[in-house]
């Protein structure tokens, strides 16, 4: 199978987006055909006998899922995934990567293949301080900062950003979405579809705007 020029091959849980293309069973790309059920049969990429899709939020089975391609866009990408995902996170692009643990927990083996640079940072998936906590664990401006200062360093030697957590569902979503604002001025996915954490989220936007580096005048969140 050749994989049209200008595309990539989707990862594992990525959800399809209008203009993915599929490999119909004469072997030619299609179109994904949003808004009705569809059934494949088994073939590389699938992990059961056939395997549905319907709407938007159908999402790959298994990586590699060779069968399922997107266009290359001017944009850069901006992916969030699970811990377990990130370790089987692979990329024909160069990418980057913000790596978050929680505190006391160590950081997944990621694959290096293409990758410029991974940030790993520990904070608590939290949007309010607890007796408990740790200062120097709590998401601030020193955090922001550092992820900030991280991003502006690789963003224009790689395709495709990735951030992870432990579930990819809180608090990479965050940054994720963060980031999305300040570069492209549209984070709408990353609320749609996850829970960004409301602390992280709203800290980079107003640390980018202290920097200068977004103007908003609310940089609160604005979900």
Excluded at 50 to 76: H, M, Q, V, Y
Excluded at 161 to 184: D, E, L, N, T, W
Excluded at 193 to 220: H, I
Aim: with cysteine.
């Amino acid at each position: 199978m050749q994989v049209p020029e200008g595309h990539r091959i989707l990862q594992a849980e990525e959800i399809l987006r209008s203009g993915d293309l599929f490999l119909n069973d004469e072997g030619a790309w299609e179109t994904v055909p949003f808004g009705q059920v569809q059934i494949l049969q088994k073939s590389d990429g699938f992990e059961s006998e056939e395997t549905k899709w319907n709407g938007p939020n159908w999402k790959a089975t298994l990586a590699p899922c060779e069968n399922f391609i997107r266009k290359r866009s001017d944009k850069k990408e901006i992916i969030v995934r699970s811990r377990t995902l990130a370790k089987e996170f692979f990329c024909d692009l160069p990418w980057a990567c913000v790596s978050i643990t929680t505190p006391g927990d160590g950081w997944p083996v990621l694959n290096k293949a293409k990758c410029m640079d991974v940030l790993q940072t520990q904070f608590y998936d939290a949007e309010f301080k607890r007796p408990e906590f740790e200062d120097k664990y709590f998401f601030g401006s020193e955090q922001a900062n550092q992820i900030l200062d991280f991003v502006n360093g690789v963003w224009n030697k790689i395709d495709l950003f990735m951030v992870h957590c432990q579930a990819g569902i809180s608090r990479s979503p965050a940054i994720a979405a963060a980031i999305a604002k300040i570069k492209y001025g549209n984070d709408t996915e990353f609320f749609e579809r996850y829970c960004p954490n409301s602390l992280v989220y709203s800290m980079l936007l107003r640390t980018a705007t202290d920097r200068g580096e977004f103007n908003n005048e609310s940089a609160g969140c604005c979900k």
